[in-house]
Nanobody
Framework: DQLTESGGDSVQSGGSLRLSCVAS????????MGWFRRGPEKERELVAA????????YYAESVKGRFTISRDNGLNTLYLQMNNLKPEDSATYYC????????WGQGTRVTVSS
């Protein structure tokens, strides 16, 4: 199993980023997937999740209305569109299965300056 995140960058408050996660080594289309983040001196938290078929989604209250999770099962890819970014969104973002997590990837770093 391998998860490769990308798309992180440094942006100003109010900016947007789109994160991508390419999965390999497992049946991506059978698993609900999620985006997680770990900020400085914080534990990893679930930010958003999406069902295996992409129909159902979940968002943490802190990102609801600003972030959108999506997936392309044909490309084994998970996305996170992040709009109206805030400094408190600064973190390393990871993707993983929410039901049967595999080894964590390296993540992608997002830095939001005020």
């Amino acid at each position: 199993d391998q998860l490769t995140e990308s798309g992180g960058d440094s942006v100003q408050s109010g900016g947007s980023l789109r994160l991508s996660c390419v999965a390999s080594g497992f049946a991506f289309n059978l698993y609900a997937m999620g985006w997680f983040r770990r900020g400085p001196e914080k534990e990893r938290e679930l930010v958003a999740a999406i069902s295996a078929d992409g129909v159902m989604t979940y968002y943490a209250e802190s990102v609801k209305g600003r972030f959108t999770i999506s997936r392309d099962n044909g490309l084994n890819t998970l996305y996170l569109q992040m709009n109206n970014l805030k400094p408190e969104d600064s973190a390393t973002y990871y993707c993983n299965s929410v039901s049967a997590p595999s080894d964590w990837g390296q993540g992608t770093r997002v830095t939001v300056s005020s």
